[in-house]
């Protein structure tokens, strides 16, 4: 049938890397998940393989459309599947898996609201593991860079925040005000291209830095 035609295409991408093979995959389970009805007791299982064949094409194309539907879909399967079910754990490090991909892969698009997302989803996959299997210690590992994403964005936040302090509090005379505005400029630039900043961010950081050049004497690195 065709659901056991793309697990199969699925096994033959992981052993031989054929990218065909799970782009075939894909649109095999596309098209099991419309033929599968909402209350079938594989509906769940399907949409977690979906998932995971959107996500070994991404991993093989980089494909930000690919890795955003492996999050829909995934998130759908932990949603149709009650907690005490054994393959719970499981749909929720993959959806954490995923969660991390996008954040890792495409910093720039990452906002504080998805590295929340993927730390409870990682969170729940480790708390319903047991210590001693073998899936523990991945997922605690996940979880620790899901929260060093957190760590980062929010230490960006707080930089901004104290560097406008700080140049809001130097006089325009000060001979410390063009460090303070390019140390202001530079977080805002790491804010955009890391952090999801908007065009504000890059905008600012343009406009601050220029004003800290103005500052510098003529011959001063």
Known sequence: NLYSSALQLMEHFQQSGDW???????????E?????????TEK????????????????????????ENAILVMQQ?????PDGHTGKASQLNNLGS?????????????????????IHVMQQAV???????ADKAVQLNKLGVAFTHRFKCLDIENAILVYQQAVDLTPD??????????????ALQSRFEHFGGKLGDIENAILVTQQAID?????NA
Do not use: W
């Not at 399967?77 to 599947?81: E, K, N, R, S, Y």
């Not at 005379?173 to 530079?186: C, F, T």
């Open 44 to 67: 769940a299982a399907r949409l977690n393989n979906l998932g995971g064949a959107f996500f070994h094409r991404f991993e093989h194309l980089g494909s930000l459309r690919d890795i």
């Open 127 to 133: 708390d319903l593991t047991p210590d001693g299997h």
């Open 173 to 186: 005379g000060h001979a410390d005000k063009s460090a303070r505005l390019n140390n202001l400029g530079s």
């Open 98 to 118: 995923a969660l991390l991909a996008l954040l890792c892969r495409f910093k720039h698009l990452g906002e504080l609201g998805d590295i929340e997302n993927a």
């Open 77 to 81: 399967a932990v949603d149709l599947t």
């Open 20 to 30: 065909t093979a799970i782009d075939n995959a894909v649109q095999l389970m596309e």
């Open 32 to 40: 099991v998940i419309k033929l599968t009805p909402d209350g079938h």
């Open 215 to 219: 500052l510098t004497p003529d011959g």
